[in-house]
Every structure is written in C-alpha cells, then in structure tokens.
Nanobody
C-alpha cells in the first residue's frame, strides 16, 4: 500500500513560515485527493486543507484560509502545505492523508481518508 512521509516541520517564530512536504512512496497518488490534518494535545485531529486529484480545486479550514496554501506535484508524487503568518495556536503535529476512493471531493472527516503519514511536528513559539 501507499506510504506517506511528511517532512518540513520544525520550530518557527510567530509570523514565520514553513513549507511541509508529503511524499508518497510505493504507489502513485495522482488520482486521489489529498489533505493535511493537524493534532494538538487537547484536540481531536482536525482538518487543515484538501486538494483535488488534478490540483485545480482546494478547500481550507477557516483558520487556514488566507495563510496556508496546499499544492501538489503529481510528477513528484508530492503534496505541499505552505504555511505563512504562523501563530502559536498552529503548534501541533501535521499529517498528510489520502482521500478514500479515487476521484472524490473534499471532506473534513478523518474517516474519509484511508492512508496517513506519521506526522511532522510544528512548533510556533517566541
């Protein structure tokens, strides 16, 4: 099955930026929608952003709109999350996920995704 590997997390000051990457190994993700979720110690895993299989459609959580940008490069089998103007409340572990079933639309529900990476930590602190 597909293996998703996230990278790019780390420490950043408030107002800074990070670009997360998610590389799919073993299998192509070209025909699947992909998403980013995040999890903090006191919260359930929450939706961040979704991108369609062709990369021409996307959907963002309210907190991500205007600050985060999801993109993909199917030739590299990779999904990105560009995060700008980061805030302390953005701190958490960020996960890449593959949409369950091919050619399906946006979903904010974790149960609609069938493959997950192990996460990359993001710490926003001064």
């Amino acid at each position: 099955q597909v293996q998703l590997v996230e990278s790019g997390g780390g420490w950043v000051q408030p107002g800074g930026s990070l670009r997360l990457s998610c590389v799919a190994l073993r299998r192509t993700i070209i025909s699947f929608g992909m998403a980013w979720f995040r999890q903090t110690p006191d919260n359930e895993r929450e939706f961040v952003a979704w991108i369609a299989w062709g990369g021409l459609a996307s959907h963002y959580s309210d907190f991500a709109k205007g600050r985060f940008t999801i993109s993909r490069d199917n030739d590299k089998n990779t999904v990105y999350l560009e995060m700008n103007n980061l805030k302390p409340e953005d701190t958490g572990t960020y996960y890449c996920a593959r949409r369950r079933d091919e050619i399906r639309g946006a979903s904010i529900r974790t149960e609609d995704y069938d493959a997950w990476g192990q996460g990359t930590p993001v710490i926003v602190s001064s």
